[in-house]
């Protein structure tokens, strides 16, 4: 098949519930590909999915994210651009340097017994339920990264549901295919209203400060020792926010029916953290959250035979590389201890994800009290995955805890 059938194949339903086979089919193709120039490709010349090239290019700081076409006229859009997730340095060295000294191994540490609590709360309800069927997403991948990540930004767990809708706009915008007038303007007025949340909590902090990410910053703006303007602060607080739980959610999710595939590594799971570990990255590396980003070429370039003009992007898809069979030997299977490169789910080099090790360790501690409380867990009914092409997920899964 061409690259335009593979391309169409993905963007099909079947190929948004299962891209992996046409991702088997564009690695064939070799590592990246020449996309035939259509209206609908705009700047788009070539589609990357081997592992070494995506690697090469996401730590290349000259390889940039392009901002869309008239970005300052739409909330969301400036929302993004004022976010150091979707710029380029200087300014997004500026601003990960604020976040990067909040984001310190003391706080990290002081996540730990807040990821337990939060885990064990949710698995007391889920007994409670005795063995009817749950919702595993709303009842523990979910409630896990937003109640954690709640705490540690600051913001009130009553505010969560509310919160959580905004969020959701701003996802369906986000996917490849989101970019319909009404999912703009419906994206517009929940960043406008997140933005309105966001003025009056930091209002809040500095009049009564906590020990919390938000306290933090709100101390070092307010001293002068960062280069970071409230507006600024606001819009990373926006994408951190969704970026860190939303990823974590799809960990769980798509992440629990790959385990329940494999009995024996569920069995071991409680009581072998290296197991957890391993479990954690094989769960992002074989499902990974994200699937799709874009680089923009920093001038006239021929990758692996393939020509890119200056400015022109190349679609990276990351599920793809994290299954390039030159790098992982029998790339559809679950290994976790498979040697080898770690996976690209979070991103490598200048826009490495901020919340990772956030993410990994609540992976971590979640699934082996998840599966030590409920070993007769399993799935219901067949999964359905969200349909986004950038974020991959599943939004619904019923479950049973056996009792």
């Not at 339903?13 to 086979?21: F, T």
């Not at 990290?108 to 007994?127: F, Q, S, W």
């Not at 490849?176 to 309105?196: D, I, M, S, Y």
């Not at 993410?359 to 067949?382: N, Q």
């Amino acid at each position: 098949m061409t690259v335009q059938d593979l391309l169409t194949g993905l963007y099909s339903e079947e190929g948004r519930q299962n891209p992996y086979p046409w991702y088997a089919e564009l690695h064939r193709l070799g590592p990246v590909s020449a996309v035939p120039p259509r209206a609908e490709h705009r700047t788009v010349s070539a589609v990357a999915v081997g592992y070494d090239l995506i690697d090469g290019l996401l730590r290349d700081p000259q390889w940039t994210k392009q901002p869309p076409p008239g970005w300052e006229d739409h909330e969301i859009l400036r929302t993004f651009q004022t976010s150091m997730m979707f710029i380029n340095p200087p300014d997004h060295t500026r601003m990960r340097q604020v976040f990067s000294r909040t984001f310190t191994p003391r706080r990290l540490g002081a996540l730990e017994p807040v990821i337990v609590r939060v885990v064990d709360e949710l698995l007391d309800r889920m007994a409670d339920a005795g063995d009817a069927v749950v919702d595993f997403v709303a009842d523990f991948a979910y409630p896990i990264p937003a109640l954690v990540m709640a705490e540690f930004i600051g913001i009130p767990a009553a505010e969560l549901p509310w919160y959580r809708d905004r969020v959701e706009r701003i996802d369906e915008f986000l996917d490849v295919a989101g970019k319909t007038p009404q999912r703009l303007a419906a994206a517009n007025t929940a960043a406008q209203e997140l933005r309105a949340f966001y003025r009056e909590l930091l209002a809040h902090r500095r009049r009564t400060p906590g020990e919390d990410l938000i306290s933090g910053l709100v101390e070092a703006v307010g001293s002068g020792e960062v280069e970071l303007t409230e507006e600024e602060l606001i819009s990373n607080l926006i994408v951190l926010f969704n970026a860190s739980f939303v990823t974590t959610v799809y960990m769980f999710s798509n992440g629990l029916p790959l385990l329940l595939a494999h009995p024996g590594a569920v069995t071991a799971l409680p009581t072998d953290d290296d197991l957890a570990r391993g479990c954690v990255d094989e769960v992002l590396r074989l499902q990974s959250p994200v699937h799709f980003l874009a680089r923009a070429a920093p001038e006239d370039i021929v990758l692996a035979g393939v020509p890119v003009a200056r400015d022109d992007n190349v679609l990276i898809i990351v599920g793809a590389a994290n299954r390039d069979p030159a790098r992982f030997p029998d790339p559809d299977a679950f290994d976790p201890t498979r040697p080898g490169p770690p996976s690209l789910a979070f991103g490598v080099g200048l826009h490495f994800c901020l919340g990772a090790a956030v993410s990994r360790l609540e992976g971590r501690l979640a699934l082996p009290r998840l599966f030590a409380r409920f070993p007769r867990l399993a799935v219901t009914e067949t999964p359905t995955y969200s349909g986004s092409l950038f974020l991959r997920g599943i939004d619904k899964l019923l479950v049973s805890t056996g009792g």
